[in-house]
């Protein structure tokens, strides 16, 4: 098993033109190690990110250079586990960030909501504020941002884009497959961000943000996929994201990567149409980031009919 620590040289672009930080063949068993969306720099209540120097969110470990991955292919990334790795994790409301805040996008006249630091305390599968007792719920680890590297652009780490990044979708966990396309040699792969905790849309900005050890392996997919945005496949579930602004854009973007997901399985356009029509789901990532991200889903006892 190959492990990957990356302390203190994070990326915070989605970019081929990052220094590799190790290579992985189709198969291999990697664990790493991932740093917090504040890079580690918030630890208390009183830490406020707006005083707080960094060179950007959500650091990245990687990339990761797969050996074999060409452009054209897909990347399959088998997720076989999240395990948090401190106590604590950090939630934040933010003056200028947010599903319910002005924001360099979204302008408004309205004072900006006050700064606030939410600690959360993290025993075991129970996340808890330890002044709020009513800020409590179960842990639920998913990794915020995973992505291949684009052919020539360097994008943000906050960004959300057709080879994934910053997706904050909760079926990026442990026990589902990630199929993300491949636009350079090697793939590049990213991933960091996790979540201990989210509900749909990551409402105010932050969710409960936490440093993790990500186990997963790689499979290289060629010929029988034409992905074009990034895929999950869970136990009992398709799915497709889409990654836009507006939100009805993503939306149809995710409900037409699931449709020729289908056809790529047999389906008739028309009939994939129909039946997402009566049985498709559809879930919220963010409404928060420079794009949004819906995921279209359908139940694989649907789907799998050919």
């Known amino acids: 098993m190959k492990t990957i620590r990356q302390e203190g040289s994070y990326s915070y672009l989605f970019s081929r033109y990052a220094p590799i930080v190790a290579t992985a063949e189709p198969g291999e068993i990697i664990e790493l190690f991932t740093e917090d969306a504040f890079s580690g720099l918030i630890k208390d209540e009183t830490d406020l990110p707006s005083k707080t120097e960094r060179p950007g969110p959500n650091p990245q470990t990687g990339p990761v250079y797969i050996n074999g991955a060409l452009p054209g292919d897909t990347l399959a990334v088998h997720i076989h586990a999240i395990e948090l790795t401190r106590d604590y994790g950090i939630s934040q409301i933010s003056p200028a960030f947010g599903g319910l805040q002005a924001t360099n996008f979204t302008a408004m006249l309205n004072r900006p909501l006050d700064e606030r630091v939410f600690k959360y305390i993290i025993e075991g599968n129970r996340i808890y504020h ?9 842990a639920a680890p998913f990794m915020g941002t995973m992505a291949t590297a684009p052919k020539m652009e360097a994008i943000s780490t906050l960004t959300p884009f057709d080879q994934g990044g910053n997706m904050d979708v909760r079926d990026v966990k442990a026990g589902n497959i990630v199929y993300l396309p491949v636009a350079a040699e090697g793939a590049y792969f990213f991933t960091g ?13 932050t969710a409960v943000e936490v440093t993790a050890k990500i186990t997963l392996s790689f499979e290289i997919i060629r010929g029988v996929m034409n992905t074009r945005w990034p895929r999950i496949e869970s136990p009992t579930h398709y799915m497709a994201v889409g990654n836009a602004r507006p939100m009805e ?12 997901w289908m056809a790529e ?8 149409y129909q039946m997402l029509t009566q049985t498709g789901e559809m879930t919220l990532g963010n ?17 799998d009919r050919f």
């Open 130 to 138: 330890p002044r709020f007792p009513h800020l409590a719920f179960e």
């Open 193 to 205: 961000d996790c979540h201990a905790r989210q509900g749909d849309g990551e409402l105010c900005g």
């Open 249 to 260: 854009d993503a939306a149809r973007i995710a409900w037409k990567e699931l449709i020729a």
């Open 287 to 303: 409404m928060v980031d420079t794009n949004y991200s819906m995921v279209a889903k359908i139940e694989k006892r649907y789907a």
């Open 265 to 272: 399985k047999g389906w008739d356009e028309a009939h994939a």
